[in-house]
């Protein structure tokens, strides 16, 4: 089961990975290109119609990919930045780091993250960075608890004290003995990370606070496409299936490596 899932996973991240790493050659149309022909109906030479503009929406789904693994893989490793030293610290040195790192972690936690994402966007503006910025402040702390737990763990083994005894340096020991032990649960919330990155960035689209138009956005397209859905569904299945499906992809392949 363990093996389904790490290719199901690893297929989906690589079709899109590939769809956003050759966007122009595999895109029909220019994104941003408009025509006389809005909101037309799926046929042989637009494959999931056009949107209000004109525009063909497989194009842009098809760089919407860009975006989204943009702001996917960046989130998640500001993530990553923030919360793996935190954790380490907080699990290995404990005292006063922990006391205050804990109670810190657990506030974060407590507050919804899609709601505190949206309230900072509100504050700081759309953008793609701010974005990127945002959705790795608001996920930080859920990397930093799970990174501190499997730190506590590894700290209470032989060879942890072993290496303590002949005065090993708690930064030598973090470094040698505690990160190699839990980089494969850090690698596998990097890509559930990646997938909720992704589905957090297209709700904040969906809501009008994500990358600005015309840039080519799945929750964007999602959210312009309700407005014309008894004329073309497409125009926001096409999208919305695209977030489906990478998100799926990510967490599929991080859960069946952890």
């Known amino acids: ?38 909101v037309d109906s799926p046929s042989f030479s637009h494959w999931f119609g056009t949107d209000e503009l004109g525009r063909d929406i497989l194009s842009r789904v098809i760089y919407g990919a860009r975006t989204s693994l943009i702001i996917g893989f960046g989130a998640a490793t500001c993530a990553m930045l923030i919360g793996v030293p935190i954790g380490m610290m907080a699990g290995y040195l404990r005292g006063g780091f922990d006391l205050v790192a804990v109670p810190l972690i657990d506030l974060f936690i407590a507050l919804p993250g899609l709601v505190l994402a949206l309230i900072i966007t509100v504050m700081v503006g759309p953008s793609l960075m701010n974005l990127v910025l945002v959705l790795g402040f608001v996920m930080w702390p859920t990397i930093a608890r799970l990174v ?34 839990i980089m494969r ?71 069946s490596v952890e």
Do not use: C
């Open 1 to 38: 089961m363990r093996n389904l899932k790490s290719i199901v996973g690893l297929t989906l991240v690589a079709a899109f990975v590939v769809l956003a790493a050759f966007a122009p050659a595999l895109a029909p149309y220019d994104p941003l290109r408009s025509s006389v022909n809005m």
């Open 148 to 181: 501190r737990g499997q730190t506590l763990a590894v700290r209470e083994t032989l060879y942890i004290e072993a290496a303590r005894a002949v005065g090993g340096t708690p930064g030598w020991i973090i470094r040698r003995h505690v990160w190699p032990n």
């Open 185 to 255: 649960v850090v690698a596998a919330q990097f890509a559930i990370s990646v997938s909720a990155a992704i589905f957090t960035s297209a709700s904040l689209s969906f809501l009008g606070l994500g990358i600005p138009p015309p840039t080519p956005d799945w929750g964007g397209l999602v959210r312009v496409g309700f407005d014309f859905l008894s004329l073309n569904p497409l125009m926001s299945l096409g999208p919305g299936a695209a977030v489906t499906f990478t998100v799926m992809g990510f967490y599929l392949a991080g859960s």
